[in-house]
């Protein structure tokens, strides 16, 4: 019975946690900040950086779809399965020196920031894992399902994102989870 009661609390402990968790999110583009019209940026097919400001977490996870579908679900206005929801983020490469995205429907990258020299953000990111800011640039996109990178330039279709944290039980089951910024990118 205590063991329960100990859970629980340590559940409540850590979906409260999450809630303490901020995101703010500007995309740059050609040294401009675009801004967005709800949730929809207009960009050019260049080089595009996500620069975020971090608080009370040193991670986050990123759905990233070319499905409208899988989007709308992720927000909670359509009624699909989303697997985001259901596995553990992929890690891409530190420092981001590939400047990609990956886009996959089964599992959403994890973007983290635990130190200067570890972090999956473009160099010299700031601050510490309980409050940092880091920029992200973008020149490609990593089409999963289909083993095929992309570049700006040829991209056709809008990119639909979700930043979001977790929260596990001891399983690593989803128990909860907070949606801490979402986007639509469409190209001019």
């Given amino acids: 019975m205590i063991r329960k009661i100990i859970g629980i609390a340590a559940l409540i402990i850590n979906m409260c946690s999450v809630y303490a968790q901020q995101l703010n999110v500007n995309i740059i583009q050609e040294n401009k900040k675009v801004a967005p019209e709800g949730d929809r940026y207009t960009l050019r097919k260049l080089p595009f950086t996500f620069q975020v400001e971090v608080s009370g977490t040193d ?5 990233a779809t070319t499905d409208d579908d899988v989007y709308r679900s992720a927000i909670g206005e359509a009624d699909l399965e989303v697997e985001w929801f ?21 599992a959403p990258s994890y973007w983290y920031f635990t130190a200067e020299d570890d972090h999956r953000f473009d160099r010299n990111p700031k601050g510490t894992p309980d409050h940092w800011t880091a920029n992200r640039t973008i020149a490609k996109i990593d089409l999963l399902a289909l083993d095929k990178q992309v570049s700006l330039i040829d991209i056709q279709t809008p990119l639909y994102l979700i930043f979001y944290t977790a929260t596990h039980d001891e399983d690593y089951n989803v128990v909860d989870k907070k949606i801490l910024y979402k986007a639509e990118l469409v190209w001019e």
């Fill in 59 to 63: 991670a986050f996870l990123i759905g």
């Fill in 86 to 106: 259901e596995n553990s983020g992929m890690a891409e490469g530190r420092f981001n020196a590939e400047q990609s995205l990956f886009i996959s429907n089964d």
